[in-house]
């Protein structure tokens, strides 16, 4: 008797893997694409699909019982590659997922970067730096800043991350709002006030992309000195974590949360208390979600 052991199920990764790489469009005007940054993740699937179709073209069917050890070796590692397939997919679509979040509904042209080489390798050293173990030191108490002492040993790390972060973005939309006018009237503080937003020396309108949670605090969010070097990068630059900000409060903010701008208007430190804690938690979240799909392989 010939029994046929071939496995169609096992194929299946190559239609996910296909189907993933589809929700992306090409045509949107990013610096990379989400699916960019899960090279190691892509990688490791198109190495499975490979695998799989050496594992189909050999021979598959085996007479009974003579070859018996041959069948079951056959049918061993078709099991393992089918548990390489659901490792494989789950961590792709984590990446996928992760890199999309990262994105604000309307990033605009601040969305997602991959650093060069240079700087990859410059973060690299300094997340080595910092021992396996290190956790992170209890939060500031109220209405202090966030802070990465010069004795940290994540102080490096936080250097390397906060270079050029995020860099001139020119007159963008952050977070879907565009960059408000030198006309306008500063939404920081009570209309009663005055204030308006004013110009710089260049004459662009005076504010800043501001990190809503601050680096010095994202650094420090449960498993973030665990990711890849790459995510890193990726998640200290995060288009969700940018807002415009006037020169006066992001002044009087600091590293720190609008709560204590000192004058601010009632109304916008509710919404910014509000959109901190919402940020806040996307970031954790996607933190969470990258650590699971990082692949060591």
């Known amino acids: 008797m010939r029994v046929s052991l071939r496995s169609k199920r096992v194929l299946a990764v190559l239609v996910v893997l296909f189907a993933l790489l589809a929700f992306v469009s090409p045509a949107e005007a990013k610096p990379v694409r ?7 993740q892509v990688a490791a699937a198109q190495q499975l699909g490979a ?3 050496a594992h189909n073209a050999r021979p598959h069917r085996f007479r009974m019982p003579e070859q018996s050890l041959a069948a079951a070796a056959y049918n061993a590692e078709k099991a393992a590659l089918e548990a390489r397939r659901s490792a494989v997919v789950a961590q792709l679509q984590s990446c996928m997922q992760a890199m999309r979040a990262l994105e604000a509904a309307d990033a605009g042209p601040l969305g997602l ?9 410059k973060i690299e050293k300094a997340r080595n730096q910092a021992p396996s173990n290190w956790t992170a030191p209890p939060p500031p108490r109220p209405g202090k800043n966030w802070e990465v002492p010069q004795n940290s040993p994540i102080r490096p790390l936080f250097e390397a991350l906060r270079g050029s972060n995020p860099g001139k973005v020119g007159n963008i939309r952050l977070n879907g709002v565009d960059r408000p006018l030198a006309t306008d009237r500063d939404t920081a503080y009570p209309a009663s006030s005055g204030r308006r937003i004013g110009t710089w020396d260049s004459g662009n309108s005076k504010v800043s992309p501001d990190h809503i949670i601050p680096l010095a605090e994202l650094v420090q969010m449960r498993g973030f000195t665990k990711l890849t070097a790459k ?23 600091q590293s720190r949360s609008a709560a204590y701008v000192s004058g601010a208007d009632p109304q916008w430190i509710s919404a910014q208390t509000t959109l901190e804690n919402q940020t806040r938690q996307k970031l954790q979240d996607i ?3 990258l650590l699971k799909s990082q692949y060591r392989g």
Do not use: H
Request: with cysteine.
């Open 51 to 53: 695998d799989i179709r």
């Open 113 to 121: 970067k991959a650093p060069v080489r240079r700087t990859l390798d």
């Open 231 to 253: 995510n890193m990068y990726v998640v200290s630059r995060a288009p969700i974590n940018f807002q415009w900000l006037s020169k006066a409060a992001n002044e009087s903010k």
């Open 34 to 40: 989400p699916v960019d940054l899960c090279g190691a």
């Open 287 to 289: 933190i969470d979600q």
